[in-house]
């Protein structure tokens, strides 16, 4: 199994860009579908990206992902913070047989 | 609009068991896969077990196989998850979500609201 890193906690003011790493452990980031869920305090969680760079119905184009082969990491990209953009953020991935997630890092937009 | 309700949660004993389901609307049950999501209190996600949209392939967490059961019935709309000597470790919300597609047991795209699962003597 790999296990999948994420900064705990990342911040920025309203109107900027954020970016969150997902780095993968082991094996190839781009062999495996990347996805990334969105949890707001007393909250259950939503997805606003899946597919590596898919947003569901309803997700606003400021949320963006992508992957890096050159550095085996997914990125989730928030522009034009807002401050209900405030949560916890995880990425997800997969093997044959499991999912793994990352750890989750908490955005607070200041 | 896609809807995912789970029901089924609640106070358990050590070695109890429990059956949770999750009714679903707002899209065609059988052609998506299904997963259960769980999270400890104050920790983050932890993935629990999927099934394809047919209900021939699962899928379970090493820490709960061989305890918990998932199933589906698709003429109902509804997806099910059977726990069985339920430890302390087991106590957490428990979400279900919906995959993209009938193979996609790897990911979700929509998240019920939770039932919480306590298992304290």
């Known amino acids: 199994n790999f296990m999948l890193t994420q900064p705990h906690s990342v911040s920025e003011s309203p109107g900027k860009t954020v970016i969150i790493s997902c780095t993968r452990s082991?094996?190839?980031?781009?062999?495996?579908?990347v996805q990334w869920y969105q949890q707001r305090p007393g909250s259950a969680p939503t997805t606003v990206i899946y597919?590596?760079?898919?947003?569901p119905s309803g997700v606003p184009h400021r949320f963006s992902g992508s992957i890096d082969s050159s550095s085996n990491s997914a990125s989730l990209t928030i522009s034009g913070l807002k401050t209900e953009d405030e949560a916890d953020y995880y990425c997800?991935?997969?093997?044959?047989?499991?999912?793994?997630f990352g750890g989750g890092t908490k955005l607070t937009v200041l | 609009e896609v809807q995912l309700l789970e029901s089924g949660g609640g106070l358990v004993q050590p070695g109890g068991s429990l059956r949770l389901s999750c009714a679903a609307s707002?899209?065609?049950?059988?052609?998506?896969?299904m997963s259960w999501v769980r999270q400890a209190p104050g920790k983050g996600l932890e993935w629990v077990s999927a099934?394809?949209?047919?209900?021939?392939?699962?899928y379970y967490a090493d820490s709960v196989k061989g305890r918990f059961t998932i199933s589906r019935d698709n003429s109902k709309i509804t997806l099910y998850l059977q726990m069985n000597s339920l430890k302390a470790d087991d106590t957490a919300v428990y979400y279900c979500?919906?995959?993209?597609?009938?193979?996609?047991?790897?990911?979700?795209?929509?998240w019920g609201q939770g039932t919480l699962v306590t298992v304290s003597s």
């Open positions: 082991s094996g190839s980031i781009a062999s495996n579908y």
């Open positions: 597919e590596d760079n898919q947003r």
């Open positions: 707002g899209f065609t049950f059988s052609s998506c896969g």
């Open positions: 997800q991935s997969y093997d044959s047989t499991n999912w793994v």
């Open positions: 979500a919906k995959g993209v597609r009938s193979s996609s047991w790897y990911e979700a795209d929509y």
């Open positions: 099934i394809s949209g047919s209900g021939g392939s699962t």
